[in-house]
């Protein structure tokens, strides 16, 4: 699993990281602490998680959100913030948000967001799996 986190705390950084290392150890971990720098990683190193913070510096964590899923709709993305007044909330959800990680973080909310994602892509995989079933494709 390739998880980005956008979080400009970097207690909050480490918290997530050691929560993600500890419960998947494959998982490949990158780091953005502003929303320019998450834009540019979201790119490069397309992940299959994000993790981001709304309040972040240079670009507003909605903005990012908005930017990601137009670029990636696929991706899975978990907001975070210690504000989660009920307009972000509902920003976030028009725009396409996985799910929300509430700060102080709890690692068991943090597991089950994850766990979220591996359901979800297994679940996936498996109408793949169910509907190319039988069937070959050729390309002439």
């Known amino acids: 699993m390739n998880v980005l986190i956008v979080e400009d705390d970097e207690q909050g950084r480490r918290f997530l990281c050691g929560v993600i290392e500890h419960h998947w150890p494959d998982a490949r971990i990158i780091q ?74 709890e690692e068991r909310k943090v597991i089950d967001a994850l766990q979220r994602y591996t359901r979800r892509h297994e679940q996936q995989a498996k109408k793949v799996a169910v509907v190319g079933q039988g069937k070959s494709l050729s390309l002439d």
Do not use: W, Y
């Open 32 to 105: 953005a602490v502003d929303g320019k720098t998450a834009l540019k990683l979201f790119a490069q190193h397309p992940p299959q998680v994000t993790l981001l913070d709304i309040e972040i510096p240079k670009l507003n964590g909605l903005d990012v959100l908005e930017i990601m899923r137009a670029f990636r709709r696929d991706s899975f993305i978990v907001m975070v913030s210690g504000n989660s007044s009920m307009e972000n909330v509902k920003t976030a959800t028009d725009i396409g948000v996985d799910g929300f990680l509430v700060k102080p973080f």
